[in-house]
Antibody, heavy 116, light 107 residues
Framework: QVQLQQSGAELMKPGASVKISCKAT????????IEWVKQRPGHGLEWIGE????????NYNEKFKGKATFTADTSSNTAYMQLSSLTSEDSAVYYC?????????WGQGTTLTVSS | DIQMTQSSSYLSVSLGGRVTITCKAS??????LAWYQQKPGNAPRLLIS???SLETGVPSRFSGSGSGKDYTLSITSLQTEDVATYYC?????????FGGGTKLEIK
């Protein structure tokens, strides 16, 4: 069955970078877009962008350009999102999801806390 | 960007009652509309895609309707396990956007 397993919670200092992983199993990883979504209390769900692992094609929400960078490793069926120049505004739960247009499969979420 | 507006951020409905959650897009989205259910501590769960198609395993008391800019998620006969926050999402054009969520509770 389709599963997306994300890396564990992160505690980072302001100004640092972090890389969150999303390992996919149960389907052809290269063929489906992987989406990244941010969730902060009181801010709902925000689409950060997406990557198609087979080609490396990416689409970013303008709001997150320069903040987020997506990569994918088809040999390990793992997608990555790097967040740079972290601030307290980046503290959130980050989800990866497999897209077929809509998001039928989600990772469990990775909690990022940015604090000095 | 297409804005998605859920008119109610909070709903309180009696057990067994009917629930209607509305979502309005700032532009036509051609039924490229999904509904998600999220319970605390969990990832969102896809309930409905294409505005009206119920996902496998989702109880038939859930249904979606609408077209153009206006969409609705309905729940007939509210159950305790339906207590959650519900989000709409348009996937017609990037950036894909979500509604602000409707928190559903039992009255």
């Amino acid at each position: 069955q389709v599963q997306l397993q994300q890396s564990g919670a992160e505690l980072m200092k302001p100004g640092a970078s972090v890389k969150i992983s999303c390992k996919a199993t149960g389907y052809t990883f290269s063929s489906y877009w992987i989406e990244w979504v941010k969730q902060r209390p009181g801010h709902g769900l925000e689409w950060i962008g997406e990557i198609l692992p087979g080609s490396g094609s990416t689409n970013y929400n303008e709001k997150f350009k320069g903040k987020a960078t997506f990569t994918a490793d088809t040999s390990s069926n793992t997608a990555y999102m790097q967040l740079s120049s972290l601030t307290s505004e980046d503290s959130a739960v980050y989800y990866c999801a497999r897209s077929s247009g809509n998001y039928g499969y989600w990772g469990q979420g990775t909690t990022l806390t940015v604090s000095s | 960007d297409i804005q998605m507006t859920q008119s109610s951020s909070y709903l309180s409905v009696s057990l067994g009652g009917r629930v209607t959650i509305t979502c309005k897009a700032s532009d036509h989205i051609n039924n490229w509309l999904a509904w998600y259910q999220q319970k605390p501590g969990n990832a969102p769960r896809l309930l409905i895609s294409g505005a009206t198609s119920l996902e496998t395993g989702v109880p038939s008391r859930f249904s979606g309707s609408g077209s153009g800019k206006d969409y609705t998620l309905s729940i007939t006969s509210l159950q305790t396990e339906d207590v959650a926050t519900y989000y709409c999402q348009q996937y017609w054009s990037t950036p894909y956007t979500f509604g602000g969520g409707t928190k559903l509770e039992i009255k």
